[in-house]
């Protein structure tokens, strides 16, 4: 008999979590007006809000820890993790954050003023904020095919060369800061680019004298990706294939609290010293002195050791199967979910859930509230709400995809949690006919509204 699948990894220290009532949900998720965030953590079962930052560190990272060396300037802590990231990604230079975000406040303050124009795969909301709060655009360009839910394709975080290109002619590459890709792209489904779609966007990119930046904030599940499904890459390690990736980027900006499985920390990587040296400037404005950014020495230990077990194939086979299992237990249910799945998350098609509810009374918001009363599971819209409204005519975006993502912890929890998930959305899915009306929005903020948005029933 074929060995099955099991984890490459045991349980030494746990936490225990509390079912509650749908009763007291319905009054909770009320007090939080109906936005999801507001929510207290002990209201909630199973906590798919997010995979950021919501990783079990291992014992060998906690023990790192213990080693942290605090020196304000120069300390071992830095030059561990510098040389973890130099030998992972072959960025020379590098400046560490306090998260994702961080990273990108700083190399956008050095990169990206306004009325630039910065192409990529669907950027991530606090890339998408950071530029457009410096007036600047962000175009998306990935390949159409993302947008079809039930599509197989084995790279729909892949950026449409034709697109690319149209972007690079229409624009003068001064008005061009960089092109961004986001490995894997979350937005659109937690999606892997293949390599040769970087290799001919990074190509292309420097034909027209364009830097190409990585958002990697998930790039070893992405190199997962390449090794299963690229042709050439089977036979190739995880770290060989990270190495290759990176290669074809002028720098990298990452929130390791993904795929280096920290509770907190993030950092730029370069290959050119002047703009590391431009960017060191803000750094040291924003985050913090060079060699410790936003970051203590304990933290960059445990980052510097979660970067190798994130890039461990056995940990990435563990955790992908693991995402793909709540995805098959969903989609033998018949429940429309975004496919083939995401490496991080499993993302539910709100718009063919429920299809009575009008997009003015926000979909995937309407859903992931039901499956928090349903079951006290706390997924997070990807839809309108998240799209914000744009930023000149100040009118809803109405996104093509209105999306529920189940993004799963890493290493957290078991595949009995994963079947109680199922179970909470199938139950939501089989009285789908009689939900036919959302929200509608009570307050918000200008920028990044989604995270404080007050809603009542529409
Ligand atoms: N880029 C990507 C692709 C991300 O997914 C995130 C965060 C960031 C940048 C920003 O990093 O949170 O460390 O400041 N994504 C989280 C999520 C919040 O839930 O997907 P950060």
Redesign the pocket.
Known sequence: MELPFAESYRIKMVEPLRRSHRSEREQWIKEARYNLFNLRSEQVFVDL?????TGAMSDRQWSEMMLGDESYAGSSSYYKLKETIRELTGFEFFLPT???????NVLFSTMVKSDDIVPGNS?????KGHIEFRKATAVDCTINEAFDTTLDHPFKGNIDLEKLEKVFKSYPATQIPMVII??????SGGQPVSMDNIRQVSAMAKRYGVKVVF????FAENAYYIKKREKGYADKSIREIVREMFSYGDAM??????DAIVN???FIGFRDEDLFREASTYNIMFEGFVTYGGMSGRDMNALAQGLLEGTEFDYLETRINQVAYLGGLLRNAGIPVQYPFGG??IFVDAKRFLPAVPKEQFVAQTLAVEIYLEGGVRG?EIGAILADRDPMTRENRYPELEMV?L?IPRRTYTNNHMEYVAASIINVWERRHEIKTGYQIVREAPILRHFTVELDRA
Do not use: P, W, Y
Request: charge should be positive; charged fraction near 20%; include cysteine.
């Open positions: 809000l997010t995979d950021s930052g306090h998260q994702g975000r961080a990273a990108e950027h991530f909301d606090t890339t986001t490995i894997t792209c979350n937005t958002d990697s904030a998930r900006t990452m929130s390791s609290k993904k907190m920390g993030g991080h998350a997070v993502r993004a």
